[in-house]
């Protein structure tokens, strides 16, 4: 279970529908964004990235779409299944000084997905 | 099976103590990362070494020393353990600035 005290953004969904996970990222000059999903005590996963020349990407039962307007992320999940229960992170990579961010990852807080059978 | 893999995975030690967390990759990638993810899930990178150098070094203690002996390993030796230590650490690998792919993580608790 999730620790008392812990406040991230909680997504609930049934099995078998869609699921729509949002992120808003901080800085204009990134260039580069992926979702990663963790499942309860396991590393980070890589799911599907996309660069800032795309607005959209699709993967097996997942799309990205960027919004760079508004500095807004969201990853959609088709079909959701009970093995999706995870929290899902967007990270963002920023160029730093002389256009070189050296591959730092800023992540966001992460958003909670319960899926019920 | 190749991998990003840590030791150890749990770590259970007092205040004050030296203790060390390994790393290793086998995915040929150039670049290895140190995250450090406190009780609330946020995750934030602490070193960055490409090619054993070291090239993103955040605002971390000096207690945090990390050590990189070739390209397929990145060590990290924590001195003089304190409380707000306590978390999990992730070690993660990638090509030079590409997506990165993250190790079991290694959870630290300082009693």
């Known amino acids: 279970g999730e620790s008392v005290g812990l406040h991230l953004p909680t997504l609930s969904v049934q099995e078998g529908d869609n699921s729509i996970i949002n992120c808003a990222y901080s800085?204009?000059?990134?260039?580069?964004f992926i979702w990663y999903k963790q499942e309860s005590g396991k590393g980070p996963q890589f799911i599907i990235d996309i660069r800032s020349n795309m607005d959209k990407r699709q993967g097996q039962r997942v799309t990205v779409l960027l919004n760079k307007t508004v500095k807004h992320l969201s990853l959609q999940i088709a079909a959701t299944q009970p093995g999706d229960s995870a929290v899902y992170f967007c990270a963002e990579r920023s160029q730093g000084a002389g256009g070189t961010s050296y591959g730092k990852l800023t992540f966001g807080q992460g958003t909670i997905l319960t899926v019920h059978p | 099976d190749t991998a990003v893999s840590q030791t150890p995975k749990y770590l259970v030690t007092q205040m004050g103590n030296d203790k060390s967390i390994k790393c290793e990759q086998n995915?040929?990638?150039?670049?290895m990362y140190w995250y450090k993810q406190d009780s609330k899930k946020f995750l934030k990178i602490m070193f960055s070494y490409n090619n054993k150098e070291l090239i993103i070094n955040e605002t971390v203690p000096n207690r945090f020393s990390p050590k990189s002996p070739d390209k397929a390993h990145l060590n990290l030796h924590i001195n003089s353990l304190e409380l707000g230590d306590s978390a999990v650490y992730f070690c993660a690998s990638s090509p030079f600035q590409e997506t990165q792919y993250f190790g079991p993580g290694t959870r630290l608790l300082v009693l």
């Open positions: 800085n204009s000059a990134s260039d580069y």
């Open positions: 995915l040929g990638h150039d670049t």
